[in-house]
């Protein structure tokens, strides 16, 4: 499974090429959509989170990330290609940047941190393309009942944070907010979840299992 966090012995070596720290602000984008990568970002500290605008109106949020030591935008530089995702700071953010160029020499320099790096990407790879197939292929009610089941669980240390307001989870499950709203309704009329304060909580794991698990018998 990706880990979203480098190791110490990682961390250490891209620091090397770090240069200053810098801080940006709440509400700050710290990534562009669509704009070239010049360099990379290792995030220190702080919360962010990571969207898709489609220029319609209509925008796809992926969820909150706690960082600690996160290495932002490996993929853009390896491929030279424009940033995939704007990312916003929800917290204050310390940070450093890394030229692409040092990173590289790096990457062939260090076997293992190359290594490191492929599979990284590729489970990243993999795990984004099993949700976006989800999402694409099964119910609203089945993506948010196995969103719900997954945090339950507590077994996926690399899921990504839910956001706090209703607005957000609709954009998060690329939908509106109407339907999120009547999907949810219809979860806790079954017995499945119940809103809080923090919000969905499992109101019966076993039974909420039992209806993730009969999509895949229709």
Known sequence: MFQYHFSSYLVEQLLTFAGSRYQQSKKEVLLHQDQPLSKLVLVRSGTISFSYDVGNGRRLLLGQLDCNNTLIGEIEALNNNPCIYTVTCFSDVSYNLIELKHWRALLLEKPELSLYTAQTIAAKFQENQKINLDKLLLPLGYNIAKDCLLRAENNNPTLLREYPTVNAE?????????????????????????????????????????????????
């Not at 979840?193 to 993730?212: C, H, I, T």
Request: hydrophobic share 35%.
């Open 170 to 218: 609709a954009e998060r499950f690329a939908t509106t907010e109407r339907a999120y709203r009547r999907v949810v309704s219809e979860l806790v009329e079954k017995g499945l979840v119940e809103r809080s304060n923090s919000g969905l909580k499992v109101v019966d794991l076993d039974k909420l299992s039992d209806y993730v698990d009969s999509f895949s018998q229709i």
